[in-house]
């Protein structure tokens, strides 16, 4: 209540200061006069009368004043006038007042479009239940690698095993085709367990999820459609649910829909690598060892309350280290691992988004620090007014919070325009970020962001402004206040040392961001020149996959793909056509297996070599530019029914048979229920799949008679254009069968700039900021020279008039901004020594203390900042020496 | 309670001022002629220091203030003890009393 009434009171008086004034007047103008006729009516003459209330009352206006202070003016209203009063100094110093706002929106405006993503990413919780307890379970292979698919039996035995998850679904992603009264089409599935909706929580918009129920054998076929599938293909019409849809040629009915925003797709060893439309009940049923065995369900769990994830991954390594004892032949060495849902979404995009955070707090400091040089420069043409406010018994706490309240003024409206860089920026990240990493569809402009941004531009009022407005309300009054004392006096060198502390430290800010971004650049044109194994230019590749309702037989595929392949080489422009079951760098199912070399002894169980196994026909290797390093490619023959023979890469011939020659060795390699062992024919150049920066695996070549694939993958190298001939090509398979979809059309070069384009985002990000702060520091350095000269405008002078050479005086003032830059360089240099090490992992082929990188964007900064200095220098060169002298 | 022995003098002006408002009704002058009347002209309130005292009390909601017609045919600003304002006034005498009755006993027991 009395809080409330004072707050009332107070805001009255803001904005009616007057009528405040004036009835409080009005109150003691009352009593005056009542005092008046009560002493006239004791006997005065009017004028006595008058006199003595007068004097009794006392100063009336000092009352006024004194009452005042209960209704309004403290700390609020003091503010209320140094914001009117900054505004006012703002208006009138138009030229300062931008730029200064220019250069925080900037700085703040990088720094909100970062957070957003930060934001989105890294700290917003995920749209499920109990989000912190959602946990995707692994298994490591014996070679160490992470997230891998586990089988239905180790599934089976950590479900049955654990103690740690309420919920446990194992679920794995499918392409299918979706045909009906309309064009085939391909669809994702995620063949899951019907927990999986358990364990995330979320519910159905119409209709209702997987139940246990369906996961009963014999139980009626059915699907949960995605929103987007439901909107697009059944007019979001809730009639929907009972309707049966044709999935892979099998009827399934409709059960219900999931709401618009809801999707579960994780990106690793997904087979389809985009989030699911439809969900279909994941047959657990036991069935043959084969089925058991196979690995490639992937699991999600929900933790008990209270149970940490460190505690489930311990408990899971337990359960697995037992199922490597018990069944060695399927899990000799192999581990399992547990990973928090949000680690497996960001993991990988943490570490980078917290630099670029990093890198964009660098870009607001420079931005602060020439801010800071900017209110100086004002301050200059402003000491007499300060002084004049001094003089008149303002205190310095008084002057400072003035103008700490310009600074935060100027703070806010960068941030106002700041927030329009960064509703640019955040439009434009989706362009360049990459896509198989993370969607940053949702980032937007939220509260949670413009809080940031506002908590960031007073920050950055008070950090640029504190370090001015303290100097400046330490002027000598009498310095000041006299005309002329400018020139030498001891603020104006104490000025230009802050001055030169603020370039300085700009300076070395731009070296940290440049040494960082020149790493970048570095390691991506590294990356560029990786002999990856394959020529990209001019290769169409697609993806054909044929549903088992219609193929159910090898044969049939093996026919239809030789068929098309038939096709293809005949179109005009196709200079040579082959197929694959997984284009290199393609991510996907990467996977190791292992394989026997006939006639060597047996290693024991786990320990086997092992190695990528591919599907392919003749074509392939001329048509990816795959060289034959030895003995023959497949024959005619070998395309058109089985005949055990395959080709291996270098690298598997290299570290198997480094003395003998591989060619008629024989292999079994486990893709088989039986030993099925093929003779090596040729020997092909290693080829990049996983990645650009993993080594070439060591690879087997299986002609696709020998391991027939429901899906292949074309690839096309075309005289012209690739993409002119994808309608073509199309057609051509419609022709073989027009229900059949075609999906996946890219070039070559595209899957090649997708496998870059993380580290075409990090380096086009932070070159971006780098960039931004070189300028800025560039801005900075001219600005301080620009002063420097203005103020030895008297002193060159006197040396021009004394026979001083232009020249000499532009070599001076040059002098002058290399010392400042250099020391920047240095500092600069320095602090990257010890920050850059924090981009390992995002470097490749290049350390993270590189000598070239260093010393290019060393002399980069030099070279710059003499472009900053030269035109003060050339100012100062063309002083006429009569003027200067006279100038006082 | 704590207030009134910490801020003694301004307490007492406050109580003061509640006192010569709960016989009824008065305007700034009526309440220092009031208070004069009370204490045989021994207490004399200062303009200068009832008025930003009479604002406090005003805020914390122990006083009412409304413009009326005086008798005289002027018009002043009526100032009304409010429901926690004669609550305050209590609490405010029977902690002075407790002062008055502490110090009256040390003052005897040095004598």
């Given at each position: 209540?009395?809080?409330?009434?004072?707050?009332?009171?107070?805001?009255?008086?803001?904005?009616?200061?007057?009528?405040?004034?004036?009835?409080?007047?009005?109150?003691?103008?009352?009593?005056?006069?009542?005092?008046?006729?009560?002493?006239?009516?004791?006997?005065?003459?009017?004028?006595?009368?008058?006199?003595?209330?007068?004097?009794?009352?006392?100063?009336?206006?000092?009352?006024v004043?004194?009452?005042?202070?209960?209704?309004?003016?403290?700390?609020?209203?003091?503010?209320?006038?140094?914001?009117?009063?900054?505004?006012?100094?703002?208006?009138?110093?138009?030229?300062?007042?931008?730029?200064?706002?220019?250069?925080?929106?900037?700085?703040?405006?990088?720094?909100?479009?970062?957070?957003?993503?930060?934001?989105?990413?890294?700290?917003?919780?995920l749209?499920?239940?109990?989000?912190?307890?959602?946990?995707m379970l692994w298994?490591?292979?014996?070679?160490?690698?992470?997230?891998?698919?586990?089988?239905?039996?180790?599934?089976?035995?950590?479900?049955?095993?654990?103690?740690?998850?309420?919920?446990?679904?194992?679920?794995?992603?499918?392409?299918?085709?979706?045909?009906?009264?309309?064009?085939?089409?391909?669809?994702?599935?995620?063949?899951?367990?019907?927990?999986?909706?358990?364990?995330?929580?979320?519910?159905?918009?119409l209709?209702?999820?997987?139940?246990?129920?369906?996961?009963?054998?014999?139980?009626?076929?059915?699907?949960?459609?995605?929103?987007?599938?439901?909107?697009?293909?059944?007019?979001g019409?809730?009639s929907?649910?009972?309707?049966?849809?044709?999935l892979?040629?099998?009827?399934?009915?409709?059960?219900?829909?999931?709401?618009?925003?809801?999707?579960?797709?994780?990106?690793?060893?997904s087979?389809?690598?985009?989030?699911?439309e439809?969900?279909?009940?994941?047959?657990?049923?036991?069935?043959?060892?084969?089925?058991?065995?196979?690995?490639?369900?992937?699991?999600?769990?929900?933790?008990?309350?209270?149970?940490?994830?460190?505690?489930?991954?311990?408990?899971?390594?337990?359960?697995?280290?037992?199922?490597?004892?018990?069944?060695?032949?399927?899990?000799?060495?192999?581990?399992?691992?547990?990973?928090?849902?949000?680690?497996?979404?960001?993991?990988?995009?943490?570490?980078?988004?917290?630099?670029?955070?990093?890198?964009?707090?660098?870009?607001?400091?420079?931005?602060?620090?020439?801010?800071?040089n900017?209110?100086?420069?004002?301050?200059?043409?402003?000491?007499?007014?300060?002084?004049?406010?001094?003089?008149?018994?303002?205190?310095?706490?008084?002057?400072?919070?003035?103008?700490?309240?310009?600074?935060?003024?100027?703070?806010?409206?960068?941030?106002?325009?700041?927030?329009?860089?960064?509703w640019?920026?955040?439009?434009?990240?989706?362009?360049?970020?990459?896509?198989?990493?993370?969607?940053?569809?949702?980032?937007?402009?939220?509260?949670?962001?413009?809080?940031?941004?506002?908590?960031?531009?007073?920050?950055?009022?008070?950090?640029?402004?504190?370090a001015?407005?303290?100097?400046?309300?330490?002027?000598?009054?009498?310095?000041?206040?006299?005309?002329?004392?400018?020139?030498?006096?001891?603020?104006?060198?104490?000025?230009?040392?802050?001055?030169?502390?603020?370039?300085v430290?700009?300076?070395?800010?731009?070296?940290?961001?440049?040494?960082?971004?020149?790493?970048?650049?570095?390691?991506?044109?590294?990356?560029?020149?990786v002999?990856?194994?394959f020529?990209?230019?001019?290769v169409?590749?697609?993806?054909?996959?044929?549903?088992?309702?219609?193929?159910?037989?090898?044969?049939?595929?093996?026919?239809?793909?030789?068929?098309?392949?038939?096709?293809?080489?005949?179109?005009?422009?196709?200079?040579?056509?082959?197929?694959?079951?997984?284009?290199?760098?393609?991510?996907?199912?990467?996977?190791?297996?292992?394989?026997k070399?006939?006639?060597?002894?047996?290693?024991?169980?786990?320990?086997?070599?092992?190695?990528?196994?591919?599907?392919?026909?003749?074509?392939?290797?001329?048509?990816?530019?795959?060289?034959?390093?030895?003995?023959?490619?497949?024959?005619?023959?070998?395309?058109?029914?089985?005949?055990?023979?395959?080709?291996?890469?270098?690298?598997?011939?290299?570290?198997?048979?480094?003395n003998?020659?591989?060619?008629?060795?024989?292999?079994?390699?486990?893709?088989?229920?039986?030993?099925?062992?093929?003779?090596?024919?040729?020997?092909?150049?290693?080829?990049?799949?996983?990645?650009?920066?993993?080594?070439?695996?060591?690879?087997?070549?299986?002609?696709?008679?020998?391991?027939?694939?429901?899906?292949?993958?074309?690839?096309?190298?075309?005289?012209?254009?690739?993409?002119?001939?994808?309608?073509?090509?199309?057609?051509?398979?419609?022709?073989?069968?027009?229900?059949?979809?075609?999906?996946?059309?890219?070039?070559?070069?595209?899957?090649?700039?997708?496998?870059?384009?993380?580290?075409?985002?990090?380096?086009?990000?932070?070159?971006?900021?780098?960039?931004l702060?070189?300028?800025?520091?560039?801005v900075?350095?001219?600005?301080?020279?620009?002063?420097?000269?203005?103020?030895?405008?008297?002193?060159?002078?006197?040396?021009?008039?004394?026979?001083?050479?232009?020249?000499?005086?532009?070599?001076?003032?040059?002098?002058?901004?290399?010392?400042?830059?250099?020391?920047?360089?240095?500092?600069?240099?320095?602090?990257?020594?010890?920050?850059?090490r924090?981009?390992?992992?995002?470097?490749?082929?290049?350390?993270?203390?590189?000598?070239?990188?260093?010393?290019?964007?060393?002399?980069?900064?030099?070279?710059?900042?003499?472009?900053?200095?030269?035109?003060?220098?050339?100012?100062?060169?063309?002083?006429d020496?009569?003027?200067?002298?006279?100038?006082? | 309670?704590?207030?009134?022995?910490?801020?003694?003098?301004?307490?007492?002006?406050?109580?003061?001022i509640?006192?010569?408002?709960?016989?009824?009704?008065?305007?700034?002058?009526?309440?220092?002629?009031?208070?004069?009347?009370?204490?045989?002209?021994?207490?004399?309130?200062?303009?200068?220091?009832?008025?930003?005292?009479?604002?406090?009390?005003?805020?914390?909601?122990?006083?009412?203030?409304?413009?009326?017609?005086?008798?005289t045919?002027?018009?002043?600003?009526?100032?009304k003890?409010?429901?926690?304002?004669?609550?305050?006034?209590?609490?405010?005498?029977?902690?002075?009393?407790?002062?008055?009755?502490?110090?009256?006993?040390?003052?005897?027991?040095?004598?």
């Open positions: 209540m009395k809080w409330f009434n004072i707050l009332r009171d107070r805001l009255r008086a803001l904005r009616k200061r007057d009528s405040v004034i004036h009835d409080i007047d009005r109150e003691m103008r009352s009593h005056l006069h009542l005092q008046i006729e009560e002493n006239i009516k004791a006997g005065m003459s009017p004028d006595e009368a008058r006199e003595k209330a007068r004097r009794s009352f006392g100063n009336l206006n000092r009352a004043d004194a009452a005042y202070d209960v209704k309004g003016g403290g700390l609020f209203e003091t503010l209320v006038q140094d914001i009117r009063y900054g505004t006012r100094v703002l208006l009138k110093h138009k030229g300062f007042t931008s730029i200064a706002v220019i250069t925080l929106a900037l700085g703040i405006g990088a720094n909100s479009a970062i957070f957003s993503v930060v934001n989105e990413l890294l700290l917003r919780p749209p499920y239940q109990d989000p912190d307890r959602i946990v298994e490591v292979s014996p070679e160490g690698r992470r997230q891998n698919t586990t089988s239905r039996a180790n599934f089976r035995a950590w479900h049955a095993q654990s103690t740690s998850y309420e919920h446990m679904a194992a679920f794995s992603d499918q392409r299918l085709t979706l045909t009906g009264n309309f064009e085939p089409e391909e669809v994702s599935g995620q063949m899951a367990m019907p927990e999986i909706f358990k364990v995330l929580g979320v519910q159905p918009i209709g209702r999820t997987l139940l246990p129920e369906d996961a009963q054998p014999n139980s009626a076929l059915v699907v949960v459609l995605s929103h987007g599938l439901w909107q697009r293909r059944f007019g019409q809730a929907v649910i009972g309707q049966p849809i044709m892979n040629g099998i009827n399934r009915e409709v059960v219900g829909v999931m709401p618009p925003n809801f999707q579960f797709h994780i990106k690793q060893r087979g389809t690598g985009r989030p699911a439809v969900w279909l009940n994941l047959p657990m049923a036991t069935g043959n060892t084969e089925n058991e065995r196979g690995r490639f369900l992937s699991t999600v769990a929900k933790l008990k309350p209270g149970v940490t994830a460190e505690q489930a991954g311990a408990e899971l390594r337990t359960i697995e280290a037992r199922l490597s004892d018990e069944v060695p032949e399927f899990n000799k060495n192999y581990s399992a691992e547990v990973l928090p849902l949000r680690e497996q979404f960001f993991g990988n995009v943490r570490r980078p988004l917290w630099l670029m955070l990093g890198a964009v707090g660098f870009v607001l400091l420079i931005a602060c620090a020439n801010v800071a900017l209110l100086l420069s004002l301050a200059t043409s402003r000491e007499k007014e300060i002084a004049l406010r001094a003089a008149l018994g303002a205190r310095r706490s008084r002057i400072v919070r003035q103008l700490l309240t310009e600074s935060l003024l100027l703070a806010l409206l960068g941030s106002a325009l700041g927030l329009g860089v960064a640019l920026g955040i439009k434009a990240l989706p362009l360049i970020s990459p896509r198989d990493v993370v969607s940053l569809q949702g980032v937007s402009l939220n509260s949670s962001v413009l809080l940031w941004t506002l908590g960031v531009s007073i920050l950055t009022g008070i950090i640029f402004g504190l001015p407005a303290l100097h400046i309300s330490r002027l000598n009054l009498n310095d000041s206040l006299k005309e002329g004392g400018k020139a030498d006096s001891g603020q104006a060198t104490g000025s230009r040392r802050l001055r030169s502390v603020l370039v430290s700009e300076i070395a800010l731009a070296v940290v961001l440049l040494a960082s971004a020149g790493l970048l650049i570095r390691s991506f044109i590294r990356l560029q020149q002999d990856r194994g020529n990209s230019d001019n169409l590749s697609m993806v054909v996959r044929l549903p088992f309702a219609r193929y159910p037989e090898d044969a049939q595929l093996v026919q239809f793909f030789n068929q098309s392949m038939e096709r293809m080489r005949n179109l005009p422009g196709v200079r040579s056509a082959g197929m694959v079951n997984f284009l290199p760098l393609y991510g996907g199912l990467g996977s190791s297996t292992g394989f070399i006939i006639g060597r002894p047996e290693p024991p169980p786990g320990q086997g070599p092992s190695c990528d196994v591919r599907v392919v026909d003749a074509g392939y290797f001329p048509t990816l530019g795959i060289p034959l390093l030895r003995g023959r490619n497949f024959s005619d023959a070998e395309l058109r029914e089985s005949k055990r023979v395959i080709l291996i890469n270098n690298a598997l011939a290299r570290k198997h048979f480094p003998e020659d591989p060619i008629g060795q024989r292999l079994d390699v486990a893709m088989f229920e039986t030993p099925m062992p093929a003779e090596i024919v040729g020997i092909v150049g290693n080829v990049r799949y996983d990645s650009l920066i993993d080594e070439a695996p060591e690879a087997v070549y299986f002609p696709h008679p020998d391991l027939a694939y429901p899906f292949m993958t074309l690839v096309l190298r075309t005289d012209g254009d690739p993409t002119a001939i994808a309608t073509a090509v199309q057609r051509e398979i419609r022709a073989l069968d027009p229900n059949q979809p075609v999906s996946d059309v890219r070039t070559m070069d595209q899957v090649m700039s997708e496998a870059v384009s993380r580290s075409r985002f990090n380096t086009l990000l932070l070159a971006l900021f780098a960039g702060a070189t300028l800025l520091s560039a900075g350095i001219f600005g301080v020279m620009n002063y420097s000269v203005a103020l030895r405008t008297r002193e060159i002078g006197l040396r021009l008039a004394v026979g001083a050479q232009p020249r000499q005086v532009l070599l001076l003032i040059l002098k002058q901004g290399l010392t400042l830059t250099v020391v920047g360089v240095g500092l600069g240099l320095l602090a990257a020594f010890a920050l850059t924090l981009l390992t992992g995002l470097l490749f082929g290049v350390e993270a203390v590189d000598a070239t990188t260093f010393t290019t964007i060393s002399l980069l900064l030099v070279f710059v900042s003499l472009l900053a200095c030269y035109l003060p220098a050339r100012r100062a060169m063309r002083i020496p009569m003027t200067a002298l006279r100038y006082e | 309670m704590a207030k009134a022995k910490a801020d003694l003098l301004q307490g007492t002006l406050d109580m003061l509640l006192k010569s408002l709960s016989l009824g009704e008065l305007h700034g002058y009526g309440i220092i002629q009031r208070i004069r009347q009370l204490s045989d002209e021994m207490l004399n309130v200062e303009q200068g220091s009832l008025y930003p005292a009479l604002y406090r009390i005003e805020q914390k909601g122990w006083v009412s203030a409304r413009w009326d017609v005086h008798d045919g002027r018009e002043a600003k009526f100032y003890l409010t429901r926690s304002g004669r609550k305050q006034l209590e609490t405010q005498e029977a902690s002075w009393d407790r002062l008055v009755l502490a110090i009256t006993k040390v003052r005897q027991a040095t004598t």
